[in-house]
């Protein structure tokens, strides 16, 4: 049976390192398109250098490839000023149009094409917002992943099979907010963030790249998932047994003020610390999809043992 390949465009950021280990493991090969020069040392592994703006040689890679993965997009730890704003957005919108028009002209074109997404389209806004809400926040990232998402729906691509997947943020020991919250639990200073009340949704990095294999592993996948555990919990619950883990009874708290202060000397948003994120996702769980954590509980004891 001839090795089956996959394209993760844009998949040297942490993302994409989290799926090319489980995909090499399962003896994937993997194509990853990258803005730099980079050399393999894996024998399944190949990178070829793209822009992400202009169709190239890179687009005949793709030819007879199972799934294509685009994870392209600075990353949104960074202030919102107008050139950034800029940045941002088209760092999404245009990488994923060029896929769009490259999938076009090819005689064997992907199987699957996943376009990452993410749960930001529902900052802010209030109740529990799953796979069917169409009530989506004001925000600035609410505006980029509606306008990301819409990019995407509108490629012609009619035989390669679309899936959106929203990502909410990754609990992980090598980089985001697990990374950068448990040396603050560990010495007291774990607490609550505001009043406390502020919903988190996220999803636990092996729970993540199991997810990714299942859906590619569907005979026919729904156009839309969420990548974030079934429920989420209120800053406060989160913080509570994010010291529990880390072994620290006390944790003193970010007041509001102080939470917008630090936002601003670190040079991030402070709206993804104080805004409400209430995601869920129901059609993984319908669909057969099983977390292995589910919970924050089960979660952070992972992790703390890693």
Not at 18 to 34: E, G, K, N, P
Not at 175 to 190: I, Q, V
Not at 228 to 244: I, T
């Amino acid at each position: 049976m001839a090795q089956k390949r996959i394209v993760l465009a844009g998949g040297t950021g942490n993302i994409g390192k989290l799926l090319t280990l489980i995909l090499i493991h399962l003896d994937y090969q993997v194509i990853i398109f990258s803005r730099r020069e980079l050399k393999s040392s894996h024998p399944n592994i190949q990178y070829i250098k793209w822009d992400g703006e202009s169709l190239g040689n890179w687009v005949q890679e793709m030819e007879g490839i199972d799934t294509l993965i685009n994870l392209s997009g600075k990353s949104i730890q960074c202030r919102f000023t107008d050139d950034n704003k800029k940045i941002l957005l088209e760092s999404r919108i245009v990488p994923t149009r060029i896929l769009g028009e490259a999938i076009a002209t090819l005689g064997s074109p992907p199987r699957l094409w996943i376009n990452f997404s993410g749960i930001s389209l529902f900052e802010g806004v209030e109740g529990l917002n799953n796979e069917e809400s169409t009530s989506f926040g004001k925000t600035f990232l609410a505006h980029l992943t509606q306008e990301w998402e819409k990019t995407f729906v509108e490629a012609n691509t009619p035989a390669t099979k679309k899936v959106i997947l929203r990502l909410s943020p990754v609990l992980s020991t090598k980089f985001g907010m697990f990374k950068e919250l448990l040396p603050l639990a560990k010495l007291g200073l774990g607490g609550k963030v505001g009043d406390g009340n502020q919903q988190i949704a996220w999803i636990h990095e092996l729970d993540l790249v199991r997810l990714v294999m299942w859906i590619i592993n569907l005979e026919s996948p729904s156009a839309l998932y969420h990548a974030c555990a079934p429920e989420p919990e209120s800053n406060k619950e989160f913080m509570k047994n994010l010291r529990k883990a880390a072994g620290m009874p006390i944790g003193m708290p970010l007041p509001a003020l102080f939470a917008k202060l630090g936002a601003y000397f670190k040079g991030v948003e402070s709206d993804m610390l104080l805004l409400t994120n209430a995601v869920s996702t129901t059609r993984t769980l319908q669909e057969g999809f099983i977390f292995n954590y589910p919970n924050t509980q089960k979660a952070f004891e992972h992790l703390t043992k890693k």
